[in-house]
């Protein structure tokens, strides 16, 4: 995809209905990219005022208990992508916040940041499913405060390889839509006016007892957004065809189980100071000017 367009394989239909449907969980994956994401906050010294976390029902629960501990004395939003989420949101983040081990830390406020608001925007796997990543990008960066920084991830373009050749052996339509390289979301957020980007990746490989179970963990994480899948519901025949098929081609190793590779795409990058045009005769803006000012008071 360029980066100046919407994802060319992506239905954003199809996207606006998994917003509304899917599962009011953190899938067990998103649990775990936001632990390994966490350990990267050892290397970031800016202990924020005031944080944000988008996407927390999806993104991590149990993360969301772990950031809250690491910033108890910070202020806390919530930003959900549904009234749905961010009601759950608030049933399973606000009740926890009640007990005896959270007293004294900060209470969160369910809604979207206020612009120039937050240091930190945490937002695990929820990049890959959006339908205009570079609006997303600018509403993230439009929430942080000059010097802020945003720490994301999400799926890059290996995830599930081994079903996406299995589909094309089989002659269906494709397993899912296409997701963006990890160089391409750098370029992204240099265009949103991020600063610095460090992206990296890794590749985590799951394996599975049954077909059955490797198609319920896929039904968990997400669906196929790509405009040419499957256009109506498949039956029980075609089901267990794919079951067969999933058993013959995704073996590896001597103990039976099938194997399926996701890549996972890490990024962080600062909000920097603006830059401004001078000319002749220039016009800044009284947010840009102590925006500004700002960046260059000295460090005491």
């Known amino acids: 995809m360029t980066t100046t ?8 239909l199809a996207v606006s209905r998994w917003q509304r449907t899917a599962p009011l969980a953190s899938p067990w994956l998103h649990e775990e990219v ?35 501990k690491i910033y108890q004395n910070s202020a806390c939003y919530v930003a959900e992508a549904s ?29 979207t940041p206020p612009p120039a608001s937050v240091d930190m925007l945490w937002a695990n796997m929820a990049l890959h499913e959006s339908a205009d990543p570079q609006a997303l990008l600018a509403q993230w960066h439009q929430a942080l405060k000059v010097n802020g920084f945003l ?24 397993a899912g839509h296409e997701l963006t390289d990890m160089h391409d979301w750098g370029d992204m957020l240099v265009q949103t006016g991020f600063a610095e980007p460090v992206m990296d990746m890794e590749r985590i490989i799951l394996t599975y007892e049954t077909p059955a179970r490797l198609l319920q963990e896929l039904a968990e994480l997400g669906r196929n957004f790509h405009p040419a899948r499957f256009p109506a519901l498949r039956g029980r025949a075609w089901k267990a065809r794919l079951e067969q098929a999933l058993a013959r081609h995704l073996v590896r190793g001597d103990d039976g189980r099938l194997s399926l590779t996701f890549e996972v795409i890490y990024g962080h ?27 260059q008071r000295p460090h005491s």
């Open 83 to 111: 009234m749905e989420r961010s009601q759950e949101a608030m049933k399973k983040i606000a009740s926890s916040w009640w007990s005896p081990k959270q007293w004294g830390a900060a209470r969160p406020r369910f809604e």
């Open 269 to 295: 990058a600062l909000k920097a100071p603006p830059k401004i045009k001078v000319s002749a005769l220039s016009a800044v803006s009284v947010e840009d000017m102590r925006s500004m000012l700002h960046g």
């Open 151 to 174: 720490m994301f991830s999400c799926l890059g373009p290996d995830t599930a390889r081994e079903l996406r050749e299995l589909y094309t052996q089989l002659g269906w339509p494709p």
């Open 34 to 68: 936001a632990r390994r994401m966490q350990d990267r906050l050892q290397w970031i010294k800016l202990q924020p005022e005031a944080w944000a976390h988008w996407g927390a029902v999806r993104g991590g629960l149990q993360a969301h208990a772990q950031l809250a």
């Open 5 to 12: 367009q919407r994802p060319p394989t992506l239905d954003p």
